[in-house]
């Protein structure tokens, strides 16, 4: 018997902690919902879709692999630099020697993003090439440098906006991973983005304003295609151009705004 009261004790002083964190418990239910989003809408492209690829699925879902290994990492590292640092005890040493949170999340952002860049270059790049996916032509790789520069300040953007809430929280669960999961499913990673037209009419128009989504179109145009579409490169690379400046001003704002909260409130060990 003292056995199991220890365990029911336990098990109960397990379910308070776990409770503590509410925040937590209502975004592993978010990515409940997106799983189920993301894998229906998959199902439907599968089946049957209004939407006519100018390309194989097989070459569409290749190119998204390569346009995400360049983010994905290097997002997860970025996110989890804050935590990392505390866990350590040199977090607060960074932060005595000037070295702020933009800085230090940017210089980590830098780093992960150099490992993702040679991976996908070398690993992933020749493949598409020996699958035949690719119909680069040399005209257009400026393009596409500059579309991953941007896609990346974007991405860095949007890790310093969720790592201002680990600023104040320090569980947050699965809140980056929920992130990173709905911009892979808005920027057509999975599936055209035209085919969220016909669940919520308009909706395409909307997820192409973000960065992410409108620098895969171009990266797949070019990459597949061999050149992007006039008519529609200029709206795409208007995209890029004001999705990330804004992502890029909110999170250095909201940043530094967090980091004065947490001076006050004290929510780091540093402070």
Known sequence: ????????????????????????????????????????????????????????????????????????????????????????????????????????????????????????????FPILALLDVLQLQLQWLLLAMVIFFLCWLFMLGVSLLVSSVNVLFKRIGLFSALFLWALKILSGYFFPVEALDDFVPGLSFMAMSLPTSAGLQLIRWVLILGAPPPEMMWNALTSLLIGTTIVMVAAIITLKQMEKIAAKVGTLEFY
């Open 1 to 124: 018997m003292g056995f199991w009261k220890t365990l029911k004790a336990t098990t109960v002083r397990n379910l308070r902690v776990i409770f503590k964190y509410k925040f937590e418990i209502f975004i592993n239910i978010g990515w409940l919902i997106l799983d189920i989003i993301a894998f229906s809408l998959l199902g439907h492209i599968v089946e049957s879709t209004s939407v006519d690829l100018e390309y194989s699925l097989r070459d569409f879902l290749l190119v998204g692999v390569f346009f995400w290994a360049f983010f994905g990492k290097s997002y997860d590292d970025t996110v989890n630099c804050i935590p990392e640092e505390a866990s350590r005890g040199t977090l607060g040493f960074l932060l005595t020697n000037n070295v702020s949170f933009v800085t230090l999340l940017t210089a980590r952002a830098a780093a992960s993003s150099i490992i993702s860049a040679v991976v996908a270059i070398c690993i992933i």
